[in-house]
């Protein structure tokens, strides 16, 4: 077994990234060349012309280097704005490079409109030999892809203006949010002693067994973030209007239309997707009455989702959590072990609790320095090692198996881009069942199990349906406040199955997700990525040895076919079809009749 050192960091290490932090000089120099690049690289692009010959395609061959190497660049600086901006909410520095790098993403998108325009001009004869070059062959789906994609977009120029204006607009109105967000704080008076919390720290109470602390920490935060909800929604408002204005111009008729092309699936998919979710409700709703009546609360609330559950649910230190997924890891793939020791071992996690954190976990891979961080906060719960720590992990894993990619082969999507971190989670927690045979611990890890049928299924669906009618309605105009907190206690109701006598309507205005500038409809690819991932944890059972290298073979994949072609190669099933989400289902709440069974 693959033995950890004794002390673990408490904090990352971005040193070796870009030394200095914000006021990193190593920083300011890689920003300063990669201006100068991308601008070289607007100006080549306005000079070349679309090839009228196979003579001319040494040059285009050298032009999707470019892209792939501008692209990788800008995606390092952008992670590691992230990353500071994240750990430390209160440095102004980091606060600038998040601007420079969004400039520099504007100029790179405005660049690649121009080649997305030139590709889409080459002849088919043309194209295909560029395509067939061995330097270009692999980023084939990519480039496939962007040109594909200018049949549905508007003009070079529009396109252009749209991008430039996203900088001072959809993308201002995100740092708003996140700047709303960040400045929320929380009094909460716990054995006479009165705190002042970020949305980050109040988190420790929610899952407080002592089913008032909990929920006087929830009503106080919710209270709180009531006196920010016009400034939220505002937010809201101007980037769900943003995006609706952005689609009628390019004459798309579905606000999902974007969140499918991110995604790589089609409605079909998903419509099957959500229709067989709907046919587990009944089994999810009685796990969520049981779990009432085991954590000893006469009716739930959303906030008892929280809690701990079972008389054997126990905290841990960071080093045990660390063994355990280290340990679990090398089950199923040796190379998956070595990469969370590295993590572990060489800080490439900050899980430590602080008031300047922002209240999120991510995983940030860094293209050039072929590494990733991780961003959480760990209260020492098992499945904060599970559905945090191994879920992060995973998505670390996915980028290890393809960091040698082209950059435009690296590119996932989101709804592949759960796979990983959701079969990591279901490996350590089934792992972990295997060896315990105390009623009480398995009680709790089952639990556990179905929380996260409860969060992918029920949870990411609550999202999906809010966003919707968000969407629908601001088609119409501006969605008040009070009409926001109604779709909110809609989408709860109808997600969860009414299976609660307390709902937190305002939750809509500091779930970070609905605010993503990036990724549109950003909850249901986790429920896509966790129901796929089954299918993906019923061939690891099958293959033993083998799996492994299958399985890095479609994380390869992920950036280079849409998800039903994924699938049918790999796992031999057809997505569009009932059948496969069903049986996916079925693992996921296979261990409820056990859980009923032992807190009869």
């Given amino acids: 077994m693959m033995k950890l050192q004794q002390e673990l960091p408490k904090s990352w290490n971005l040193e070796n990234i870009f030394a200095g932090g914000s006021r990193s000089e190593e920083l300011a120099v890689f920003l300063d060349r990669l201006e100068a690049d991308i601008s070289s690289f607007q100006s080549e692009l306005g000079a070349v012309e679309v090839p009228q010959s196979e003579a001319d395609l040494h040059r285009w061959e050298k032009i999707v280097e470019q892209v792939n190497d501008l692209s990788g660049r800008l995606e390092e600086v952008s992670e590691y704005s992230i990353c500071i901006s994240s750990v430390n909410t209160k440095d102004e520095g980091a606060a600038s490079i998040e601007d420079r790098v969004a400039q520099l993403g504007a100029?790179?998108?405005?660049?690649?409109?121009?080649?997305d325009a030139q590709i889409a001009s080459f002849s088919d004869e043309l194209w295909q030999k560029l395509v067939a070059l061995k330097s270009v062959a692999e980023v084939q789906f990519g480039l496939e892809e962007r040109r594909n994609r200018v049949q549905e977009m508007l003009s070079e120029s529009e396109e252009t203006l749209i991008a430039s204006l996203g900088v001072d607009g959809l993308k201002a109105w995100e740092r708003f949010f996140e700047k709303v967000i960040a400045r929320v704080r929380i009094p909460f008076e716990k054995d006479g002693k009165l705190e002042e919390h970020s949305l980050s720290t109040i988190g420790q109470f929610f899952i407080s067994a002592d089913a008032d602390v909990r929920r006087r920490a929830f009503?106080?935060?919710?209270?709180?973030m009531a006196g920010e909800a016009e400034l939220c929604a505002q937010a809201l408002n101007a980037l769900g209007g943003y995006r609706l204005q952005t689609y009628k111009a390019r004459g798309w008729d579905s606000f999902l239309h974007e969140s499918l092309l991110q995604n790589r699936l089609s409605e079909a998919t998903l419509t099957t997707m959500w229709g067989a979710v709907e046919k587990i409700f009944g089994?999810?709703?009685?796990y969520l009455e049981r779990r009432g009546k085991v954590i000893g609360v006469e009716s739930l609330h959303f906030v008892d989702l929280y809690a701990p559950i079972g008389k054997g649910a126990r905290t841990m230190s960071w080093e045990e959590g660390a063994e355990i997924i280290v340990e679990q890891f090398a089950t199923v793939s040796p190379k998956m072990a070595e990469l969370a020791r590295r993590a572990f071992e060489e800080g490439w996690i900050d899980w430590q609790q602080s008031a300047v954190k922002a209240p999120v976990g991510f995983c940030a891979s860094f293209p050039v320095t072929k590494e990733s961080r991780i961003l959480g906060t760990f209260h020492g719960r098992l499945s904060d090692v599970a559905c945090l720590i191994a879920h992060e992990l995973g998505h670390a894993f996915h980028f290890s198996a393809i960091k040698d990619l082209p950059r435009l082969a690296q590119l996932y999507s989101k709804s592949t881009a759960?796979?990983?971190?959701?079969?990591?989670?279901?490996?350590?927690?089934?792992?972990?069942?295997?060896?315990v045979d105390d009623r009480e611990e398995r009680i709790a890890l089952l639990g556990s199990k179905l929380d996260n049928a409860v969060l992918y299924c029920?949870?990411?669906?609550?999202?999906?349906?809010?966003?919707?009618s968000f969407y629908e309605e601001r088609a119409q105009g501006l969605v008040s406040v009070e009409r926001l907190n109604e779709l909110m206690l809609q989408a709860q109701q109808r997600a969860f199955a009414n299976s609660f006598t307390g709902y937190v309507p305002i939750q809509w205005s500091f779930h970070g997700h609905y605010y993503d500038t990036v990724n549109s409809f950003y909850n249901y690819p986790y429920a896509f990525g966790a129901l796929f991932s089954a299918g993906i944890y019923a061939m690891a059972l099958r293959e033993g040895a083998a799996f492994e290298a299958k399985y890095i073979a479609l994380l390869r994949d992920t950036g280079r076919m849409k998800v039903e072609d994924l699938a049918a190669k790999h796992l031999g099933v057809d997505l569009t079809q009932e059948a496969f989400w069903l049986d996916a289902l079925q693992i996921m709440t296979g261990d409820l009749e056990e859980f009923l069974q032992l807190t009869e």
């Fill in 107 to 115: 100029q790179l998108e405005s660049a690649l409109i121009r080649f």
């Fill in 219 to 224: 009503q106080q935060s919710t209270e709180v």
């Fill in 283 to 286: 089994r999810l709703a009685a």
């Fill in 418 to 435: 759960e796979t990983a971190s959701t079969f990591a989670e279901r490996l350590v927690m089934d792992a972990l069942l295997q060896k």
């Fill in 458 to 468: 029920m949870f990411t669906y609550m999202g999906f349906l809010f966003e919707k």
